[in-house]
């Protein structure tokens, strides 16, 4: 039995009905409601009056060859200008990403500097190993000469001989301004007890202490770093140092 | 009720893809085809929404700029022609907007329209009822329209002369089914109601 349907409720379906876009439910209900129903029926007749003078309205006829010509200058406008775009789409991008990365300049900042602290911290390290301006630096880098000679100063050294290593600044004075403990090796070797050992240890280097260096007879003014090895034997007494040049760049 | 955004990847055929990519990959010769192939369509559209040639090979010009440069967005939310409409409509809505607020207090178009219809009133014992679509009620039909909200008056149009489904006018206008079905309804009473004026 076909649903009865009220003009109200068809009156709703009306629209679906003209753009065949009704459910297949509600399909039967209305075709049942127009058969009888003149008011609606005439409603769906105005409005497919109204669908048809809209499509004869819209159909206007072409004005060629204008709009011909009209339309292949519109694309190729359009072409020309897509292509152009294009060609710049590289720097727009960079401009566009620059505009989008407002982090970008504080990055790059920041990046710069800590490549500039590490360049900085490498020519550093380079200046301590190569030049030796600083007190630790010379120190440092007479520290490795002298681990990398020990070896083959002590091969011609009796065994019964104790080896000290210093590392010391001279002054424009000739003096020793300051010294550092390198290396103590086969101190023990001759002496069987400490105690002598200290004594002996602590009046070497007293007696760097109390050096003095010859006026320097390097060609020029300019100073230079020097590594250099005292061979004394003990008890020392404050013997004049076998100085053993070894010319190194840098001055002092 | 079914969203705008339902449509899928489905509406955009294999064909159709390959053009997109070929064009969204600077392929000159596939944009030219691109244009060539929707270029009428557009136009149609852009003069029955402006009802002015010039305006609207204006508008088809600032449409295929905004297709291709936008296109690497074109995800197969509809079919490619869907969505031009929807670059279309959104184009034409603008302009008027523009052209509205330039206008704005200019009523001399109105009253040129009121003129012209009452010309057309005059004529009412010469509208046959049962001549469907007669070139008369076509004009009167047509300048109707003009007094419409955009939205409605769009609706209408890609209905019934774009021929566009309900979902495909949905995505077109960017608004839900159910509101595009209202907005027919509305678009057709008040057109009816004007129709049953000059018929009275
Ligand atoms: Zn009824």
Request: proline fraction near 4%; glycine fraction near 6%; charged fraction near 25%.
């Amino acid at each position: 039995m076909t649903p009865y349907l009220g003009c109200d409720t068809a009156r709703a379906l009306l629209d679906a009905v003209i753009d065949d876009e009704w459910a297949m439910a509600d399909q039967v209900a209305v075709e049942a409601h127009l058969r009888w129903c003149r008011t609606c029926g005439a409603r769906v007749e105005d409005m497919r009056l109204i669908g048809a003078s809209l499509r004869v309205g819209a159909v206007r006829p072409p004005r060629e060859p204008e709009e011909a010509r009209a339309m292949i200058a519109v694309q190729a406008a359009v072409l020309t200008r897509i292509g152009a775009e294009r060609d710049q789409s590289f720097g727009v991008w960079v401009r566009t990403a620059f505009e989008d990365m407002r982090l970008f300049w504080p990055a790059l900042g920041a990046s710069a500097a800590l490549i500039a602290c590490l360049c900085t911290a490498v020519g550093v390290l380079h200046a301590a190993n190569g030049e030796s301006d600083s007190m630790a630096g010379v120190m440092e880098s007479t520290a490795n000469a002298s681990r990398i000679k020990t070896g083959w100063i002590l091969e011609g050294v009796p065994e019964e001989e104790a080896v000290f290593a210093l590392a010391t600044m001279v002054t424009r004075g000739q003096r020793i301004a300051d010294y550092r403990m390198l290396e103590l090796e086969r101190a023990n070797v001759r002496r069987r007890d400490g105690s002598a050992l200290t004594a002996d240890v602590g009046g070497l280097l007293d007696a760097v202490r109390h050096s003095r260096f010859a006026p320097s007879e390097a060609p020029s003014d300019r100073a230079v770093a020097v590594d250099m090895v005292w061979l004394t034997s003990a008890p020392v007494s404050g013997s004049p140092p076998l100085p053993v040049p070894v010319p190194r760049r840098g001055r002092l | 009720m079914k969203n705008a955004g339902a449509i899928s990847w489905s509406d955009v055929d294999s064909g159709e893809a390959a053009l997109i990519a070929r064009c969204a990959a600077g392929d000159e010769a596939a944009c030219a085809e691109l244009v060539a192939t929707h270029q009428r369509m557009v136009y149609s559209l852009a003069l029955n929404l402006l009802g002015d040639r010039d305006e609207a090979l204006d508008i088809s010009q600032e449409v295929f700029l905004r297709v291709f440069r936008t296109l690497s967005g074109f995800r197969g939310q509809s079919a490619l022609r869907t969505w031009i409409y929807r670059i279309v409509i959104n184009q034409v809505r603008n302009r008027q907007r523009w052209w509205r607020r330039r206008c704005r207090g200019d009523e001399v178009s109105l009253d040129e329209h009121l003129k012209h219809s009452g010309e057309l009133e005059g004529k009412q014992d010469v509208l046959p009822d049962r001549l469907l679509a007669s070139k008369e009620t076509a004009t009167y039909i047509w300048q109707a329209l003009d007094r419409l909200p955009f939205d409605q008056r769009t609706a209408l149009i890609l209905r019934e002369v774009d021929g566009l489904r309900y979902e495909e006018i949905a995505f077109s206008l960017d608004i839900a089914i159910g509101t595009v079905k209202s907005r027919l309804t509305r678009a057709r009473q008040a057109l009816r109601a004007d129709l049953l004026g000059v018929r009275s």
